[in-house]
């Protein structure tokens, strides 16, 4: 293997963008597991299954109000950060829609969620268990080793060429 041609650097490249796209790929399937959830109303204590996520949504996406979700166990007072994607499941005959998702929520929580402006809400509110981090830190990792081989693989040829110029004056 001749790595000091310049297609090398190419080739490099490519491992670097395809891992990066594999990787964003597989993170973006870690949604999967919330579209297929079976969606609980707000009301009831949630038992927390392990390290699993708890996902908040609503059955009537408000975008020009400032919901806000806190989650409560006992006196602590936890606010559900608020979703970066727009992600809608259907269950029970009703559609939901993501509001926020809080990781490692603790045993007998509850849900409480508010419009901040005061006014009266008429939005169902409901959540659902499952678990959305493990294939996001594997999409993380199959990008970042593509990325550093193509890293690599682009120092190696550098090397190699620097190496053959310097044998050769």
């Known amino acids: 293997m001749h790595l000091t041609r310049r297609r090398w650097y190419l080739v490099a490249a ?3 963008a395809l ?6 790929a597989f993170a973006a ?4 597991p919330l579209r297929d959830a079976e969606v609980v109303p707000v009301g ?4 927390s299954a392990g390290d699993d996520d708890l996902a ?3 059955d009537l ?8 979700c806190v989650a409560r166990s006992g006196k602590k007072r936890i606010p559900v950060p608020a979703a970066t994607v727009d992600i809608v ?4 005959g009703s559609r939901w829609h993501l509001l926020g998702v809080l990781s490692d929520a603790p045993d007998q929580t509850r849900i409480v969620c508010k419009p901040k402006d005061g006014q009266t809400d008429t939005a169902r509110y409901g959540t659902a268990v499952v678990d959305l981090s493990s294939r996001v830190g594997t999409g993380q990792a ?12 682009a120092g190696a040829t550098l090397t190699a060429r620097t190496r053959r110029t310097l044998a050769h004056d």
Do not use: K, Y
């Open 14 to 16: 490519l491992i670097a």
């Open 19 to 24: 891992a990066w796209v594999a990787g964003t």
């Open 29 to 32: 399937s870690a949604w999967d």
């Open 44 to 47: 009831q204590p949630i038992q």
């Open 56 to 58: 908040v949504l609503t």
């Open 61 to 68: 996406p408000q975008a020009e109000r400032d919901i806000r």
């Open 89 to 92: 499941v259907d269950s029970d």
């Open 142 to 153: 199959i990008a970042w080793t593509g990325f550093i081989a193509g890293l690599g693989l």
